[in-house]
């Protein structure tokens, strides 16, 4: 059983940061699958944010290149989201996710595992 757990949203004032944090349990985590990152607002589509694969090969939606950084630390099992200068439009819950064995290709993908999601306000 796949168990991914967010954490580390908040509430913050425009031009502030915050770092997520995914905890992945309970499968034969690798370092090596495809990770990432949605989000949510509401009344919106939900949009992929970050990815990241195999090789460590990062990709980044439009809105977010420049601000937010993903990583991984294959020790911890656990993904993170460096989220800088933020805005009010990255209000909205954000959801971490995994794909076991799969290594590459990750970004714009149907991933089939997620955590509950953690929320981030951004206030102007």
């Known amino acids: 059983q796949v168990n991914l757990v967010e954490s580390g949203g908040g509430s913050v004032q425009a031009g502030g940061s915050l770092r997520l944090s995914c905890a992945a349990s309970?499968?034969?985590?690798?370092?090596?699958?495809?990770m990432g990152w949605f989000r949510q607002a509401p009344g919106k589509e939900r949009e992929q944010v970050a990815a990241?694969?195999?090789?460590?090969?990062?990709s980044y939606g439009d809105s977010v290149r420049g601000r937010f950084t993903i990583s991984k630390d294959k020790a911890k099992k656990t993904l993170y989201l460096q989220m800088n200068n933020l805005k009010p439009e990255d209000t909205a819950m954000y959801y971490c996710?995994?794909?076991?064995?799969?290594?590459?290709?990750?970004?714009?993908?149907?991933?089939?595992?997620w955590g509950q999601g953690t929320q981030v306000t951004v206030s102007s």
């Open positions: 309970g499968y034969s985590y690798s370092a090596s699958d495809c």
């Open positions: 990241i694969d195999y090789d460590g090969n990062t």
């Open positions: 996710t995994t794909q076991p064995d799969r290594r590459f290709g990750c970004w714009k993908y149907d991933y089939n595992y």
